[in-house]
């Protein structure tokens, strides 16, 4: 049951307990900072707040939040050097599957684009990212296993130079945001990246699953003090996610959403819709 219905058949017909909103928006992912301004604006309305205004107020508030008229990807560059976008997040949010997803949803529009296999802690994910490349007809650049990461994106850079490509992205290994020397490897993998290019990586996203809830807000925040994000690509949403997440992690760190993955296959991923996610995600789910 999603957000909205969840705050109308819990509030229909009966006076709106403040506590209990306060803790059905927080388990619904929004956030303590988020769910206060929700509350405080509806107790500062005059008369009886009922439960169609409380889920209408919310509606209006995550609209506002998550409304973003920017494209969820840069246009290729006019100086024909790439795009480059850094892909990061921790293990099990499908971070390689995105990445080989957005590869294809750039193709498909007529980009070219080079991928680089950055995750060289994982064999499996060296191998993965290989079959993705070569079902999708996409250049990969990777080394051998437990590899120079930084030098992998290095290379991958100089090929999308030489070649013209429009976009290079890179997949870094999955990581715990806790973890203090593999977020400083991404500072390292920033900066060798940029020595190609003062201004690159000019797009680093974190992949976060809309099932794991709070926690995906937890990993967006540390991860945002590495690599100041600028998008974040969302996964599992066909499955039980609320997607309460995304609306925090925009709200409190100012990090859009860009993509959402729905599905196993390469065309299972498209470009965030601020108002399609809020009728899908938070009413149905």
Request: net charge negative; with cysteine; charged share 25%.
């Amino acid at each position: 049951m999603g957000l909205f219905s969840n705050i109308l058949n819990r509030f229909k017909g009966q006076k709106v307990d403040w506590d209990d909103l306060e803790e059905t928006l927080v388990t619904g992912d929004l956030g303590i900072r988020l769910t206060t301004e929700i509350v405080d604006k509806l107790q500062s309305r005059k008369g009886k707040v009922d439960a169609e205004m409380v889920a209408e107020a919310c509606r209006e508030e995550i609209v506002e939040i998550l409304a973003d008229e920017a494209d969820p990807i840069p246009p290729p560059r006019s100086d024909g050097k790439p795009t480059v976008i850094l892909v990061a997040g921790v293990n099990g949010v499908g971070k390689t599957t995105s990445v080989a997803k957005l590869a294809y949803f750039l193709k498909k529009r007529g980009h070219s684009v080079v991928l680089a296999a950055a995750d060289t802690f994982r064999a499996a994910a060296i191998e993965q990212l290989s079959i993705w490349a070569e079902r999708i007809d996409v250049p990969l650049v990777k080394t051998q296993y437990e590899g120079d990461p930084s030098a992998v994106c290095f290379d991958a850079h100089q090929k999308a130079i030489a070649t013209g490509a429009d976009y290079l992205i890179c997949d870094t290994a999955g990581r715990l945001h806790t973890r203090h020397n593999l977020m400083e490897e991404l500072k390292k993998i920033q900066r060798t990246i940029a020595k190609q290019d003062e201004t690159a990586p000019h797009e680093r996203w974190i992949v976060v699953d809309a099932t794991t809830g709070s926690n995906a807000h937890s990993q967006a925040k540390e991860f945002n003090k590495a690599l100041d994000l600028t998008g974040t690509i969302v996964t599992k949403l066909d499955g039980s996610g609320k997607g309460g997440s995304v609306v925090a992690i925009k709200h409190d760190l100012g990090i859009p959403a860009r993509f959402i993955g729905t599905g196993e296959k390469e065309g299972d991923f498209e470009a965030f819709d601020s108002a399609k996610f809020v009728d899908l995600s938070l009413i149905h789910i």
